[in-house]
């Protein structure tokens, strides 16, 4: 069990670029969620996925957001035309297939990929 | 609209003292409460978690207390160790069109000093 692996760690970009992050979730796993933190924040929710669907989105993911989940495994994240405003921590979680019950759902996060937006 | 608050930035404890964490949250729906612990450069872990029909749920030096009435509730460490410094998110969970999500508030950092 290697934990949920985001990449890359750090990304440091100029306004108005694109960024791709990844998020490969703990093997088994089929629920996938994207979260965002800004400093002094707890995580925002963005979205999430059960297997390859994409069931869930926030109203904080505006056009510019994309996110995929193509085979069910790992799941990307891109920003288009990045703005200073979306400098922040992006985690990602992970969750076993299960009911409702919470023991079955826990959310496991990776460590997350810090964006600065010059 | 914050409906999950964690209104202390930071609290200092001594170590082997009880350290007592608070959140306070809004919305009825929330049928599950968690905490979840997070060291620098880690995400953050799951450390222990309620449901909305208990009151207490005890997990070694870790209880949470929920007090719905007035949707409050608590997380208590004792004895407090020098490992347990770390950010302490509180977070409730409602399932809307099968996706659990969760809302955390803005986390306390808690320091124990020796």
Known sequence: DTGVSQNPRHKITKRGQNVTFRCDPISEHNRLYWYRQTLGQGPEFLTYFQNEAQLEKSRLLSDRFSAERPKGSFSTLEIQRTEQGDSAMYLCASSPPGGAMLAKNIQYFGAGTRLSVL | ?114
């Not at chain 2, 919305?27 to 880690?42: G, Q």
């Open chain 2, 1 to 114: 609209d914050q409906q999950v608050k964690q209104n202390s930035p930071s609290l200092s404890v001594q170590e082997g003292r009880i350290s007592i964490l608070n959140c306070d949250y809004t919305n009825s729906m929330f049928d599950y409460f968690l905490w979840y612990k997070k060291y620098p450069a880690e995400g953050p872990t799951f450390l222990i978690s309620i449901s909305s029909i208990k009151d207490k749920n005890e997990d070694g030096r870790f209880t949470v207390f929920l007090n719905k009435s007035a949707k409050h509730l608590s997380l208590h460490i004792v004895p407090s160790q020098p490992g347990d410094s770390a950010v302490y998110f509180c977070a409730a969970r409602y399932l809307i069109q099968g996706a659990q999500k969760l809302v955390f508030g803005q986390g306390t950092r808690l320091t124990i000093n020796p």
